[in-house]
């Protein structure tokens, strides 16, 4: 029983366009989450994360927008490049609960130059 | 910056040897963790730590053991390595705090169990 889902587990996008990297939630109690990346060969890296009070977080090129209602977010990486390849692994935490994060298994993501 | 290590980047082990998988953090992180992650199935939690001496079982910790003396150092054991444990192995700590915290990941151990 999946409590977070990556339902697409893999995208092509076109160097320059936006990448578009989609998660669903079932766990109404999760408010915290976070977007790690992976390269092949190395550990996940933290991207961005957002709190429940939010429904849009930016950094840079990725923003992630949460839809509460929806129990639904995404990572969009504008404009998106060749070095954005990689595994995206969503993950969902309760704040103040356990300090274990609940992981996607995770979208691989190829940018085409 | 957190710096994980693991001991391996990659193992070539026989059925039924004992394997061991270190890691060590220096960041005086309270909470380790070790998964594995395999293709299609995502990062699955085998067992984590929230102190010195103390281990809780993940999703999946069936053939697998887990040591913590000391606090900057969590090891995973293969009590007997199956073709089934072939995979990548992922060590992660993080701070004190609850829910927020990022997890650090080491560089990951490919094991490849013959």
């Known amino acids: 029983d999946q409590q977070v889902k990556q339902n697409s587990p893999s995208l092509s996008v076109q160097e320059g366009r936006i990448s578009i990297l989609n998660c669903d939630y079932t766990?109404?109690?999760?408010?915290?989450f976070l977007w790690y990346k992976k390269y092949p060969a190395e550990g996940p890296t933290f991207l961005i994360s957002?709190?429940?009070?939010?429904d849009k977080n930016e950094d840079g090129r990725f923003t992630v927008f949460l839809n509460k209602s929806a129990k639904h977010l995404s990572l969009h990486i504008v404009p998106s490049q060749p070095g954005d390849s990689a595994v995206y692994f969503c993950?969902?935490?309760?704040?103040?609960?356990?300090?274990?994060?609940?992981f996607g298994r995770g979208t691989s993501l190829i940018v085409h130059p | 910056d957190v710096k994980v290590t693991q001991s391996s980047r990659y193992l070539v082990k026989r059925t039924g040897e004992k394997v061991f998988l270190e890691c060590v953090q220096d960041?005086?992180?309270?909470?380790m963790f070790w998964y594995r992650q395999d293709p299609g199935l995502g990062l699955r939690l085998i067992y984590f730590?929230?102190?010195?001496?103390?281990?809780e079982k993940g999703d999946i910790p069936e053939g697998y053991s887990v040591s913590r003396e000391k606090k900057e150092r969590f090891s995973l054991i293969l009590e007997s390595a199956s073709t089934n444990q072939t995979s990548m192995y992922l060590c992660?700590?993080?701070?004190?705090?609850?829910?927020?915290?990022?997890?650090?990941f080491g560089p990951g151990t490919r094991l490849l169990v013959l």
């Open positions: 992660a700590s993080s701070g004190p705090g609850q829910g927020r915290e990022t997890q650090y």
């Open positions: 766990n109404s109690m999760f408010d915290y």
């Open positions: 957002i709190s429940s009070i939010k």
């Open positions: 993950a969902a935490s309760v704040d103040g609960g356990s300090y274990i994060p609940t």
């Open positions: 960041m005086d992180h309270e909470n």
């Open positions: 730590s929230y102190d010195v001496k103390m281990k």
